[in-house]
């Protein structure tokens, strides 16, 4: 028996309105880090800085960036690949651990 137009629509909107979450973690160098090295779709991004530095977050490669300074959390919307969003430490400290959290 298939589903009636009533509840295909309820199915499509919990599905629109429901997000899986996940936790990552990336350590800086001195260059810019990816996220990710992989292509993982996300929808949204959480980038925390508890690392004691100022952060570079760049969303194309680090031709422009975003200062995230230390205790920040900072949400990146609409984002069609989490390898887009790469970060570093603003002095180039190598070895800081940043955590963010992504939700697909």
């Known amino acids: 028996m298939g589903l009636t137009n009533l509840e295909s629509l309820i ?16 350590v800086t160098t001195a260059n810019f880090v990816q996220l990710s090295t992989t292509s993982i779709p996300a929808q949204l991004v959480y980038v925390s800085n508890t690392s004691g530095k100022t952060l570079w977050v ?5 031709t422009t960036y975003l200062a995230l300074p230390d205790g920040a959390i900072f ?11 790469s970060l570093k430490a603003s002095d180039n400290t190598a070895d800081l651990t940043v955590t963010f959290r992504y939700e697909v």
């Open 11 to 26: 199915t499509s909107l919990v599905g629109f309105y429901t997000r899986r979450g996940y936790n990552g973690s990336v």
């Open 58 to 62: 760049s969303t194309d490669g680090g």
């Open 75 to 85: 949400p990146f919307n609409n984002i069609a690949d989490l390898s887009t969003i």
